[in-house]
């Protein structure tokens, strides 16, 4: 899109635009785009956040707050919150997409009450609703639905996180009996970080290596009883409280150990694999390795999940930290009388604006995922393809939300100074429940390790079977990729083709297909030279592969971020094509170059090494990076309105009117000096006078 407008910048400290001839934001517009394709489940899960019988409660003990959220699960059950994804035969809606849409709205009500309803239901009621069978679900799943039994996820163990196939916990079937023994052989095959594990769960779904006659058949998942009607551990079973942990402490997090545990044969759910009475297996994978990762990737919603909370996380803390900047003054402005709003400063822009950008790109981004999950889930488009797409496209951008979120909060929480710092302002609170979201439903780094296996594959899969002429123009084309940007020609092009110009350098930077180059360019040659270094890995011995890999583990962690980012900005590139009103098209042109080019900056190490980019044009990304902040400034209110959170979603005095009041008590005061005569003299102005 043609970049039409001039720069617009504010003193004021109004944060709506009202320059002649700049675009004007349609905010209603905007804010139902951006509840995508489950507006009406996001708008009812926001009316039931409003509630303040849900809302975090600052202060409370821990056990306070465990009492508080069980009871807020309740609340959820009566209403009917929470029923979506389960099939019709249970009393569910058969809602996949809606009920994740649904349930990332909890976080505005307190991320503690999100995450263990998502333990309860999203959990340990998916694992028997998608390992299970119909017999599974006709016994268990209605008592899940409305809370009858609570129940905990047990697959983490304290040695094994996010190697969910090396887990050490046992269940071998006792033919003589009909049962399954199950067993934690050791310290480390505990089940660890479980909620609901510590006080609220009565049964579990646990994940053990299923052995049978002799054979271990891998992970597999059984329900197991864990209480009785009093509360007691039933006989063989023992655990621990986790205690006070960094966030979320309205979870009963605990850990869980087995010994000779005697559960029915019938307890095993066995979609994906099954003991007849004889003790042989059957399963209608014939693969181990595949029908693991297909019963593991039957439990991705929760790296859905946790990608759109982590983005409506950013949405609250940008709305608390602009709002309050765009009110808070300080140090005099230039009529030397009234302060500046502090949100007018370069310096606080260059912080927050910049995560605006980043928020929209992980919302449309998440939109896209969102989609993909339910096509897969409601059955649409279940094939293995677009189930593994699924699975790869959920890891990257999980990644990536949470990490900004994290990020985001901080950011703003500093931007608020030591108003952020205060507990009522909820940042702090936020941050900390947010932590462990770059951790569970897969460590961070690990999932882009399985992203970047996916690249790597995807590669290599170009050239399987491919003849000598397919090789040899490859060969070429990299040869020919070298001389551009190996030798300095991209940046001399780039030189010749700017002709000294900045204004010229910016022409370019801002272009949608320039930024696309820049930034698929940095994927694909990543993934290739990293390719080129493991080519000759199968033909090592196993330890020399398994180090020329590690060697390599860093570079392709980030180029799996890479790729992420990408993914985003392509997102965000096709909302902005779909969008129809103009003034709207402008400003989110605007806020995806931004991000872009905010990422080529962020980069541009990666860049000048590589040859992509000249010094000058590295320079223009930073200068046009400065001009769309500023540019951008003025709607920063208009725009965090179109997330659509109330005061009662917010709940931070001081971006719900408490600093607005004060300013405006402050004004008043020094304004009714002024008119009485009452203003004091300065002392510098004393001294000028008599100069």
């Known amino acids: 899109m043609v970049d039409t407008a001039s720069s617009v910048t504010t003193t004021s400290g109004a944060a709506r635009a009202t320059d002649q001839g700049a675009p004007q934001l349609n905010v209603a517009a905007l804010a139902d785009q951006l509840l995508g394709t489950w507006k009406k489940e996001r708008l009812e899960a926001r009316v039931t956040a409003a509630k303040p019988e849900l809302h975090q409660v600052n202060g409370l003990s821990m056990d306070e707050h465990r009492t508080r959220v069980l009871g807020q699960l309740k609340i959820l059950v009566d209403e009917g919150a929470i029923q979506r994804a389960y099939p019709t035969s249970v009393g569910g809606g058969d809602n996949h997409g809606g009920n994740i849409a649904a349930f990332e709205e909890l976080v505005t009500a307190d991320p503690s009450l999100q995450i263990k309803s998502g333990v309860q239901w999203g959990l340990f009621g998916a694992a028997i609703l998608h390992l299970g069978t119909a017999p599974h679900h006709k016994k268990w799943l209605p008592q899940v639905i409305n809370l009858e039994i609570p129940g905990a996820f047990a697959m983490t163990e304290t040695g094994h996180g996010s190697d969910v196939a090396s887990i050490a916990t046992t269940a071998t079937f006792d033919e003589a009996t009909g049962e399954f023994v199950i067993n934690t052989p050791f310290r480390g095959a505990w089940k660890d970080y479980l909620g609901n594990a510590a006080l609220h769960g009565i049964a579990c779904v646990l ?18 009883p864990l209480r009785d009607a009093s509360g007691n551990f039933l006989p063989g079973i023992g655990g621990d409280d986790d205690g006070l942990k960094g966030g979320l402490n309205g979870i009963d997090n605990g850990r869980l150990h087995f010994t000779d545990v005697r559960i ?58 602009l709002t309050y900047g765009s009110e808070r003054r300080q140090f005099v402005a230039g009529d030397g009388k009234q302060e500046q709003v502090i949100l007018d400063y370069q310096r606080h822009q260059r912080r927050l604006i910049p995560k605006l950008a980043e928020t929209f790109a992980v919302t449309f981004a998440h939109e896209q995922l969102l989609v993909k999950f339910d096509e897969v889930f409601s059955g649409r488009d279940d094939s293995d393809q677009n189930r593994e797409d699924l699975e ?18 901080q950011e703003c929480r500093e931007a608020c100074g030591g108003s952020g710092f205060l507990a009522e302002n909820r940042l702090t609170g936020l941050r900390a ?21 996916r690249l790597l594959g995807d590669y290599s899969r170009k050239f399987k079977g491919a003849d000598f002429g397919v090789m040899a123009r490859y060969a070429a084309d990299r040869a020919g990729d070298t001389v551009l940007h190996g030798t300095g020609l991209r ?14 350098s910016v022409g370019h930077v801002r272009e949608t297909e320039y930024q696309r180059e820049l930034l698929t360019g940095r994927v694909s040659t990543m993934i290739a030279t990293i390719a080129d270094r493991l080519k000759d890995a199968s033909k ?30 392509e997102a965000f590139t096709e909302a902005v094509e779909s969008t129809s009103d103009s003034g709207n098209k402008q400003i989110l042109t605007w806020l995806r170059d931004l991000f872009g080019l905010s990422l080529i900056e962020k980069h541009a ?35 965090v309105e179109t997330f659509g959170y109330t005061p009662a979603h917010v709940r931070a005095p001081i971006a719900t009117g408490a600093e607005k009041a004060r300013q405006d008590e402050a004004r008043a005061y020094y304004e009714q000096l002024r008119r009485d005569g009452n203003e004091p003299v300065h002392e510098k102005t004393l001294k000028a006078k008599k100069r």
Do not use: C
Request: hydrophobic letters at 45%; zero cysteines.
């Open 264 to 321: 029915p044969r019938e307890n095993l759910l066995n979609r994906y694999g099954d003991v007849a009475e004889d003790g042989s297996y059957t399963s209608p994978i014939d693969s181990p390795g595949r029908r693991f990762f297909t019963m593991i990737g039957t439990l991705v919603q929760g790296r859905v999940s946790l990608d759109g909370a982590a983005a409506a996380a950013m949405k609250l803390g940008l709305q608390i930290a």
């Open 605 to 639: 190490a990666w860049y000048l090494i590589n040859g992509r980019l000249s010094g000058q044009r590295a320079e223009a990304v930073t200068a046009y990076v400065d001009r769309l902040v500023a540019r951008i400034r003025p709607y920063s209110l208009d725009l």
């Open 491 to 504: 940046q001399l092009i780039q030189n010749v083709s700017d002709l000294g110009s900045t204004g010229r």
């Open 433 to 453: 429940d947010l932590d462990i979201y770059v951790t569970f439903e897969g460590d961070n780094n690990v999932l882009l390790q399985l992203v970047a296996k």
């Open 540 to 569: 090592l011995s196993k330890e020399e592969g398994a180090r020329l890999f590690n060697e390599n583990q860093n570079q392709l962690i980030e180029a799996a971020r890479a790729h992420g980012e990408l993914l985003q900005w």
């Open 207 to 224: 994940f053990a290596q299923l052995i049978t006659k002799g054979v271990n058949h891998g992970v597999h998942a059984f329900y197991v």
């Open 392 to 409: 790869t496209l959920a890891a990257a951008l999980k990644s990536l939300s949470t990490w900004a979120a994290l990020d985001t909060l």
